[in-house]
Every structure is written in structure tokens, then in C-alpha cells.
């Protein structure tokens, strides 16, 4: 098993910027590929970003590209979201996510994640 466990969410004004931290724990060398997601009232979850822990590279929503930045600190197990120039429609439940098969593309689809935080929720709002 998996834990993750997202933090960093918050309050904050359009146009500023917020990070967030997810902490993976547990038999993480099982997972191959960590994504955010999130989800907002009435809507369905979907993929913000996504990246490989073995090559680092990432997958971006086209909502998101040029604004966010996913990254990873494999010593700490952790992923970050870096959300620059939020917008109100930004505001979510975000989620982390693990998905345990090594794949040729970050898969952008939530059922292919294995494994999921709480979730962290962010409110951007003047």
C-alpha cells in the first residue's frame, strides 16, 4: 500500500501563486508516475499535471500550461504543485495521485491512478 498525503491548500487572491506538497509513504518504490488532480463542486475530477519519478518528465493540462509546475523530490518521496497567476476557476479539491505501471505516456485518466490523498482544497478569491 501507498499513502499520500497532500497539504499546501488554501486561501489566495487571483494572481498570486500557492504550492502544493504531496508526501507519498508506504511501498512507494512501487509507483512509477504521480499526478494532480482535482476536482471542483459539480464537476468531474480531472488531470492538472503529471510526472515520471525515474526521468522527471511531465504532462500538463492545457488549462494549466505555462501556469503550474509539477515537480519531484524522490530523496523525500514528495511531489509539489507550483500554481502561478491563479484564476478562480483554479478553485478545487486538488488531489495526488499514484499509479503504479510503468506507461510510454503520463495517462491523464483518474482510473489509472492506483492510489489517492485526501485532497487539499484551494480557494482563489479576492
Known amino acids: 500500500q501507498v499513502q499520500l498525503v497532500e497539504s499546501g491548500g488554501g486561501l489566495v487572491q487571483p494572481g498570486n501563486s500557492l504550492t502544493l506538497s504531496c508526501v507519498a509513504s508506504?511501498?512507494?518504490?512501487?509507483?512509477?508516475?504521480m499526478g494532480w488532480f482535482r476536482q471542483a463542486p459539480g464537476n468531474e475530477r480531472q488531470f492538472v499535471a503529471g510526472i515520471k519519478w525515474s526521468s522527471g518528465s511531465t504532462a500538463y493540462a492545457d488549462s494549466v500550461t505555462g501556469r503550474f509546475t509539477i515537480s519531484r523530490d524522490s530523496a523525500k518521496n514528495t511531489i509539489y504543485l507550483q500554481m502561478n497567476t491563479v484564476k478562480p476557476e483554479d478553485t478545487a479539491v486538488y488531489y495526488c495521485?499514484?499509479?503504479?505501471?510503468?506507461?510510454?505516456?503520463?495517462?491523464?485518466?483518474?482510473?489509472?491512478?492506483?492510489?489517492w490523498g485526501q485532497g487539499t482544497q484551494v480557494t482563489v478569491s479576492s
Open positions: 508506504g511501498r512507494t518504490f512501487s509507483t512509477k508516475i
Open positions: 495521485a499514484a499509479d503504479r505501471w510503468i506507461r510510454a505516456a503520463i495517462s491523464r485518466a483518474p482510473m489509472d491512478y492506483d492510489y
